[in-house]
């Protein structure tokens, strides 16, 4: 069964590309960028598929190069989960990877398995509610990446939809993965993020800057100046961006593929280097009360994360970096 449902459920290598896409701005170095993103993804998505076990998946996934492994794993994770979702008889496929090597993607993973459920017209209550408490609402964040990246002109630029299925705290989780993607639909450029964000609802300003914080953090591809505009067109905003940050810094940590471009994101979003703020949030992380129905155990290790950022960075108050105008960026709205 699985060799008849291949066919449909790979993923055109070209859904990935930035001119199918239709994303806006964006110059030659983060175009590069968001498409070697997207072709990792379809990389790790399609061995999964492919392969004919977990552990054949983990050893193609761990013989690629570490600074886009995370995204990788995070293809795999869709894959296994719709496997395990759709095919009949045995479903540990999704577990099996993060007991094993994907556990230093755990992160990712549960990103991954949000992807897949913004393919799946059932089940996300159930999946939630069996899932780790703590973990289970970056399924939410992979959802909103998904619907920002594939479906952004009704999730960004036009009725700004949510789901009907996502309620409650789901819709700020949901919030974060849309802020992500809106760095790669914004093609990196600060200002039209920033004038992209403007355009929502205040209540959800503070997660898509989070995303954002995260994507800019995570994927680089934006030079170090557009990092420092980034941390300045945050306005009140800017220690959500912090926090965004450093959870990437965090992810990237347990992987143990800190890269430099997420050691200077960290250094300017946060005021220290991306070690140093990865054991921040895990330090934070530990005796997290259960959930209640307004603020989860995620939602109080996010708001730890934030405050301990700001105690103790060392972070200066953000340049004043300016970009001129030009054709291509004078304006930012879509």
């Known amino acids: ?93 999704f577990d099996t990877l993060i007991a094993d090597r994907g556990a230093d993607h755990v992160y990712m993973a549960y990103i991954g398995a949000g992807w897949a459920h913004a393919r799946l017209p059932f089940g996300l209550r159930g999946a939630l509610a069996r899932r780790d408490p703590l973990l289970r609402w970056l399924m939410l964040d992979g959802y909103g990446f998904h619907q920002g990246f594939f479906h952004w002109r009704s999730a960004v630029e036009g009725p700004q939809r949510v789901p009907l299925r996502v309620r409650g705290y789901a819709r700020r989780a ?30 959800r300003h503070a997660d898509l800057w989070a995303g954002i914080g995260l994507a800019a953090t995570y994927a680089g591809g934006a030079p170090t100046v557009s990092l420092q505009r980034l941390s300045v067109c945050a306005g009140t905003c800017r220690d959500w961006l912090a926090q965004g940050s450093a959870f990437a810094a965090a992810a990237r940590q347990r992987a143990g593929n800190i890269v430099p471009h ?57 340049p004043d970096v300016k970009h001129e105008p030009t054709a291509r960026t004078a304006a930012f709205a879509y």
């Not at 039209?192 to 209540?203: E, K």
């Open 262 to 318: 997420t050691d200077e994101a960290c250094r300017i979003f946060c005021g220290s280097d991306a070690e140093t703020i990865a054991a921040l949030v895990d330090s934070v992380r530990q005796d997290l009360p259960p959930d209640d129905a307004d603020q989860p155990a995620y939602e109080i290790w996010r708001r730890r994360t934030r405050d301990a950022v700001i105690a103790g960075s060392a972070r200066a108050p953000p």
């Open 174 to 203: 949901f919030d974060q993965g849309l802020g992500r993607s809106l760095w790669f639909v914004a093609g990196h450029e600060p200002d039209r993020a920033a004038s992209t964000i403007a355009g929502f609802s205040p209540s």
């Open 1 to 93: 069964m699985k060799t008849l449902l291949r066919p449909f459920l790979r993923i055109d290598a070209a859904e990935t590309s930035y001119v199918r896409r239709g994303f806006r701005g964006g110059d030659a170095r983060a175009i590069a960028n968001i498409e070697a993103v997207g072709a990792a993804f379809l990389q790790g998505y399609h061995r999964a598929l492919d392969s004919d076990s977990v552990a054949a998946t983990i050893a193609g996934l761990e013989a690629t190069d570490a600074p886009f492994r995370g995204f990788r794993y995070e293809g795999a994770a869709m894959a296994l989960y719709l496997l395990d979702r759709l095919l009949p008889g045995r479903r540990a496929r």
